[in-house]
């Protein structure tokens, strides 16, 4: 589906997008295919070409942020260190953008990396070489994300039952705030408790709570979107009272959250998109403010609902009634802000 860019000269930054090559891996995947891995098979090349036509389809993207997504990993390394391998294979791609060969556009201006953070103290030596790595590393995500069904995320995701809860994790975790680093968290709804206990345990330590924190639509959870709103909602609005915590307001067109349920690709346009995430988009905004909440494309895996244009587009629909100041933080200036890449901006 094509449709006129709105808005075509707002800047944005886009906080979370991933880069990789799975087609190598597409063969070990186990059948039937959960709906993720159908998702991410739709977009099993995505590195800096796709990245550059997609940011280039009519919004005015001045930026982007890597999340880290277990690519290009250093096979011959130690384990702990091979997530170094992705900083620098991003670092290259900030590189080809920071050229200037494609204008004023700088894609991976900041770079969210892996280190794994149950190594304790220890983690401190994996974010140092991440640091040596690029000087675009601005922190890590270390994901979270479990649940009791199994048939919930399938088989790439193995995160431990309270992972941040975990006094190991947690010396690991402390390991961030010495380096002034930022931390994504990703987890499913029915967790959130764990993610506003880390919160409140390390109230200094600025944390991004991903894919407004990712309401489930799936395997036994398909269907129950509306009678788990009000536990989403309460879960939101107590993590919104940290202040260290912002938000991602996207991931909602992820196969975990079912909006829409038939990717991928279904054509939706933004119009109805818009529909679908506005309640949670309004939640998370009014919790948050709009100081601490980002728009965010989650490409490519948010592929399984729109094109890159039409996704932009759901979000500009779903910011029209706020000032402009607002939709300045909300699409580029907040993301600027705790990444630290404000120079996109100057």
């Given at each position: ?5 709105l ?17 190598p891996?597409?063969?070990s ?9 159908e ?5 099993a ?14 919004h ?32 290259g791609v900030?590189?080809?953008g920071a ?9 991976c201006?900041?770079i969210v990396?892996?280190a ?12 140092d070489?991440?640091r ?7 922190g890590?995500r270390?994901?979270?994300a479990?649940?009791?069904d199994?048939?919930?995320?399938g ?6 039952q ?5 006094a190991?994790?947690?010396?690991g975790?402390?390991e ?16 959130l408790?764990?993610?506003?206990d ?11 709570l991903?894919h ?8 036994s ?31 909602l067109?992820m196969a ?6 038939e ?6 346009g933004s119009?109805?998109?818009?529909a679908q ?8 905004i009014?919790?948050?403010g ?5 728009f965010?494309?989650?490409y490519?895996?948010?592929?399984w609902?729109?094109s ?9 629909r779903?910011a ?8 300045a ?8 802000r705790?990444y ?7």
């Amino acid at each position: 589906m094509t449709e006129s860019i709105l808005e075509p000269d707002l800047p944005i930054i886009d906080p979370h997008h991933h880069l990789w090559d799975l087609r190598p891996l597409l063969p070990s995947f186990p059948e039937p295919r959960h709906d993720f891995l159908e998702a991410i098979a739709g977009a099993a090349y995505y590195t800096f070409d796709e990245l550059l036509a997609d940011t280039r389809s009519g919004h005015n993207v001045v930026g982007t942020v890597f999340m880290e997504c277990s690519a290009f990993y250093h096979a011959g390394a130690e384990e702990h260190l091979k997530p170094v391998g992705e900083v620098e294979f991003v670092n290259g791609v900030a590189a080809q953008g920071a050229s200037g060969l494609y204008g004023d556009y700088r894609p991976c201006a900041a770079i969210v990396g892996h280190a794994d953070l149950t190594r304790g103290a220890a983690a401190g030596e994996v974010l140092d070489a991440l640091r040596t790595a690029s000087d675009r590393f601005a922190g890590i995500r270390h994901s979270a994300a479990w649940d009791t069904d199994p048939e919930v995320l399938g088989p790439p995701f193995h995160a431990p039952q309270g992972l941040y809860r975990d006094a190991t994790f947690r010396e690991g975790f402390a390991e961030l705030g010495t380096r002034d680093l930022t931390f994504d968290a990703w987890l499913l709804e029915p967790q959130l408790g764990d993610v506003l206990d880390l919160a409140q345990a390390f109230p200094d330590q600025p944390i991004c709570l991903d894919h407004c924190g990712t309401p489930l639509n799936i395997a036994s959870y398909h269907g129950t979107l509306d009678e788990n709103f009000e536990r989403w909602r309460k879960s939101i609005r107590a993590l919104g009272e940290c202040e260290n915590v912002s938000v991602k307001l996207g991931g909602l067109a992820m196969a975990f959250c079912g909006m829409p349920e038939e990717g991928p690709a279904k054509g939706c346009g933004s119009e109805e998109l818009a529909a679908q995430w506005k309640p949670y988009v309004e939640t998370c905004i009014e919790a948050f403010g709009s100081t601490r909440a980002m728009f965010e494309s989650n490409y490519p895996v948010d592929r399984w609902g729109a094109s890159y244009a039409v996704l932009w587009n759901a979000f500009k629909r779903l910011a029209a009634g706020y000032s402009d100041d607002e939709k300045a933080a909300l699409f580029a200036g907040n993301a600027a802000r705790f990444y630290r890449i404000e120079h996109l901006l100057a």
